[in-house]
């Protein structure tokens, strides 16, 4: 009777777990790829400087982040150094 009662409900329960998975991972992919205003920084007026903007771009090597569409926006490094490439996102 116990075997019968396990069989019955582990279809079900083994449809739920991967529904489950599966819903948890299509949500976590849009999170990716959706668009996010971040702080970054432009070199203005020189390549020491570090002036922070908003731009809605992420860190990675795609089509290059611009901010006003002439100046390249960077991710800071460190205190003084802005210089870690970002891509704009689409």
Known sequence: MK?????????????????SAAAVSTNSEEE??????MTAYIHN???LDCQSVSVECRVGNGPTCLYENQWQAFDKESENSCSILLERVE
Do not use: G, H, N, R
Request: proline share 8%.
């Open 45 to 47: 007026p020189t390549v």
């Open 32 to 37: 990716k790829t959706s668009a996010s205003t």
């Open 3 to 19: 075997t019968k009662f396990i069989q019955l409900f582990m279809l079900p329960i083994a449809a739920f777990t991967l529904a």
